[in-house]
T-cell receptor, first 110, second 113 residues
Framework: QQPVQSPQAVILREGEDAVINCSSS?????VHWYRQKHGEAPVFLMI?????EQKGHDKISASFNEKKQQSSLYLTASQLSYSGTYFC???????????FGAGTTVTVRA | SAVISQKPSRDICQRGTSLTIQCQVD?????MFWYRQQPGQSLTLIAT?????????ESGFVIDKFPISRPNLTFSTLTVSNMSPEDSSIYLC??????????FGPGTRLTVL
């Protein structure tokens, strides 16, 4: 079952922050975050394995609340290069297959 | 990390025909995955391909429509059979996953007329 992502879209000015949320109805083994630019393949950002784990990639970080089966991606001091569609992918403890959310389109403007 | 190549990168096909997409990985992997991304949509898993066994298909995808081969640990093919315009999508192969990073190939952009 597909994880639920919110919001669907967000528009930012350079330097602003944003949060993208991802939740699942299944018990999760891991959460993956990807960014896809138009016409390109998804690019891996980070994976979170443990409940409460937080990771960072430049000024993009994420957290994973295993009990709530939720993850959030934080875009801090956004840059123009952050524009794209962000997908969360969840791997359930049942089948270890990666299922993707519907995506969040982020537009960063100068 | 894994480097994945796909052929062709794009194709335009007539309805009723078939197209075989190749996926080559630069290292040996146990599982390979095939995804479809319809225009403006998310990625949907078509099937999981293990070397030496039949591919496992997700709900809504069948072997007759999407036959998969996995002859060795670095290569797989996906065939889109008897195509219709609804099959116009990007098809991506992928390796890894579970508790580690999942890598994606560059994708094959298919247009069916």
């Amino acid at each position: 079952q597909q994880p639920v992502q919110s919001p669907q879209a967000v528009i930012l000015r350079e330097g602003e922050d944003a949060v993208i949320n991802c939740s699942s109805s299944k018990a999760l083994y891991s959460v993956h975050w990807y960014r896809q630019k138009h016409g390109e393949a998804p690019v891996f950002l980070m994976i979170l394995l443990k409940g409460g784990e937080q990771k960072g990639h430049d000024k993009i970080s994420a957290s994973f609340n295993e009990k709530k089966q939720q993850s959030s991606l934080y875009l801090t001091a956004s840059q123009l290069s952050y524009s794209g569609t962000y997908f969360c992918g969840t791997v359930s403890s049942n089948d270890y297959k990666l299922s993707f959310g519907a995506g969040t389109t982020v537009t960063v403007r100068a | 990390s894994a480097v994945i190549s796909q052929k062709p990168s794009r194709d335009i096909c007539q309805r009723g025909t078939s197209l075989t997409i190749q996926c080559q990985v630069d290292s040996q992997v146990t599982m390979m995955f095939w995804y479809r991304q319809q225009p403006g949509q998310s990625l949907t898993l078509i099937a999981t391909a293990n070397q030496g066994s039949e591919a496992t298909y997700e709900s809504g995808f069948v072997i007759d429509k999407f036959p998969i081969s996995r002859p060795n640990l670095t290569f797989s093919t996906l065939t889109v059979s008897n195509m219709s315009p609804e099959d116009s999508s990007i098809y991506l192969c992928s390796v890894g996953g579970g508790g580690s990073e999942q890598f994606f190939g560059p994708g094959t952009r298919l247009t069916v007329l």
